[in-house]
């Protein structure tokens, strides 16, 4: 398991980046870290890998601290970084050869692990390019390559599909979860909400340091936002309307702007009837109904202080 205990992170110049974060991931399980700018991630991700030294708190990978056992640490990581490092100069063979001789792996054992991603990352014929003469989508998945090649057994993404197209979006997600390790550990970041919201089991919310709010995307979704009915109507609405609303469990919130109701609510399909009866008994008639699925995108907005339009 991977485990983080109250982890607080103080910069030298005093800025507390983390502030007592605890959570842990489950074996085979893919876990999303999501945030603003400034929420506290990147430094976060620095010290899972061990990049950073934590204030205080630790962390345990399968029982192996960063900070005492460095090497037997690293050589269970598997990361892609936001911006890759490469010898621009040398081939995809070569830098994914001297990847696998850094890991330890057999030179038999580095050559058939090249060759088979590279086939699933359908960069055979560029084996022999230097990096320098490779698009951002293509560099983007030698990195991915780099990362899997040991088989890792916790695997780092800090936006792993950046530049790349829809189709090697769905490649480079079904070559993640194939070739790590069995039941690998998947850490998750990026800014693309909707990816998150698709391929993560759980996500963890984090700003200024500390979380906010962590469950599957569905649960997050129903739990903070609910979905979306917009009600224009004619008339005047009587007194009360909106308090009465919200004493149905099913409704989280109701308010009034000018003609229009706009209401959170939990099951659309149940509750929608019992609303608009309501609004007949407080004499308006709906003239449209709009109703629009939550997404983790407006759970992030909200949860993190940002209230959506």
């Not at 990147?42 to 399968?62: A, E, Q």
């Not at 001297?98 to 580095?110: D, N």
């Not at 090649?149 to 189709?167: A, I, S």
């Amino acid at each position: 398991m991977l485990e983080i205990c109250e982890l607080v992170k103080t910069y030298p110049n005093g800025t507390q980046a983390l502030r007592g974060l605890s959570f842990s991931v489950e074996p085979g399980e893919v876990f999303g870290i999501l945030g603003p700018n400034g929420a506290g991630k990147t430094t976060l991700l620095k010290l899972m890998v061990g990049v950073l030294t934590p204030t205080s708190g630790w962390i345990s990978l399968d029982g192996v601290n960063p900070q005492n056992s460095p090497i037997s640490f690293r050589k269970l990581l598997g990361v892609v970084h936001q911006f890759g490092s490469f010898d621009l100069t040398l081939s995809i063979w070569d830098n994914l050869n001297i990847y696998g001789a850094f890991h330890g792996l057999p030179k038999h054992e580095t050559s058939r692990r090249i060759n088979h991603l590279l086939e699933r990352l359908d960069l055979v014929a560029k084996k022999h390019e230097p990096i320098e003469n490779l698009s951002g989508g293509q560099r983007r998945k030698v990195q991915i390559a780099r990362a899997l090649l040991h088989r890792p057994k916790f695997l780092f993404l800090d936006e792993p599909t950046t530049g790349v197209d829809v189709y090697s979006r769905k490649q480079i997600w079904d070559i993640v979860r194939e070739e790590a390790s069995p039941a690998p550990y998947i850490i998750f970041t990026s800014h693309n909400v909707d990816e998150a919201e698709k391929q993560c089991d759980r996500v963890l919310i984090i700003n200024q340091g500390t979380s906010i709010a962590l469950d599957t995307p569905q649960r997050l979704i129903d739990s903070i936002i609910g979905h979306r009915i917009e009600i224009r109507f004619e008339g005047q609405p009587a007194d009360g309307l909106e308090q009465t609303l919200e004493a149905n469990p099913l409704v989280y919130s109701a308010e009034i702007h000018n003609s229009t109701l706009r209401l959170r609510v939990e099951a659309p399909s149940k509750c929608l009837p019992q609303i608009l009866e309501c609004c007949s008994q407080h004499g308006i008639a709906a003239t449209s109904v709009v109703t629009r699925s939550a997404s983790l995108e407006d759970v992030l907005l909200k949860s993190t202080g940002r209230e959506l339009n």
